[in-house]
T-cell receptor, first 119, second 115 residues
Framework: AQKITQTQPGMFVQEKEAVTLDCTYD???????LFWYKQPSSGEMIFLIY??????QNATEGRYSLNFQKARKSANLVISASQLGDSAMYFC????????????????FGTGTLLAVQP | DAGVIQSPRHEVTEMGQEVTLRCKPI?????LFWYRQTMMRGLELLIYFNNNVPIDDSGMPEDRFSAKMPNASFSTLKIQPSEPRDSAVYFC?????????????FGPGTRLLVL
């Protein structure tokens, strides 16, 4: 079964430093997509970054980059130059396959990592 | 462009009452998703629609839950009768079917409390 694992329940980082949030996934598929979402205390889910399994380069979006290591099945999120506003819950997600191997629209989510940025 | 719009943002009701949550997807998006988030179960997909047609409702917990999408710009999730264990944050999300449109964009959520 497909699974997303986020092993860090919580993390601290000093303002202006970089931080890496871990995500490992389990799938037997060759084609899949990985996502990171941010959920601040206000509750909304904000899309940050996407990585397709066939993308040769790591995805980047501003201060966010995805360290994609396919052989290790990891898709860690790197936030550079942390800001106080980065304090939030971060979720890693993967697009799921159905039982017959077809692509689905289901996203399966990890349990999240709570990031606290300290001044 | 406006994002996904959900209403109400907060709902407090008593057990046994009917609850209706509303969603307006991003214009032009072909898929609409309803998710529920709880501390115990995390984020889980309840149902999704493609071009207004329900495709997969295997995540709907029981017959008390129903969802409709009468047109491309509106969907409802109804709980009747509501129970305290339905208390959660309910998210609506949408995405396009266009190439490269992998990403699901979420609405702000509806915080439901059933007393």
């Amino acid at each position: 079964a497909q699974k997303i694992t986020q092993t860090q329940p919580g993390m601290f980082v000093q303002e202006k430093e970089a931080v890496t949030l871990d995500c490992t996934y389990d799938t037997s598929d060759q084609s899949y997509g990985l996502f990171w979402y941010k959920q601040p205390s206000s509750g909304e889910m904000i899309f940050l970054i996407y990585q397709g399994s066939y993308d040769e380069q790591n995805a980047t979006e501003g201060r966010y980059s995805l360290n994609f290591q396919k052989a290790r099945k990891s898709a860690n999120l790197v936030i550079s130059a942390s800001q106080l506003g980065d304090s939030a819950m971060y979720f890693c997600a993967m697009r799921e396959r159905d039982r017959r191997g077809g692509a689905t629209n289901k996203l399966i989510f990890g349990t999240g990592t709570l990031l606290a940025v300290q001044p | 462009d406006a994002g996904v719009i959900q209403s109400p943002r907060h709902e407090v009701t008593e057990m046994g009452q009917e609850v209706t949550l509303r969603c307006k997807p991003i214009s032009g998006h072909d898929y609409l998703f309803w998710y529920r988030q709880t501390m115990m179960r995390g984020l889980e997909l309840l149902i999704y629609f493609n071009n207004n047609v329900p495709i997969d409702d295997s995540g709907m917990p029981e017959d008390r839950f129903s969802a409709k999408m009468p047109n491309a710009s509106f969907s409802t999730l109804k709980i009747q009768p509501s129970e305290p264990r339905d208390s959660a944050v309910y998210f609506c999300a949408s995405r396009t079917d266009s190439p490269g449109g992998e990403t699901q964009y979420f609405g702000p959520g509806t915080r439901l409390l059933v007393l």
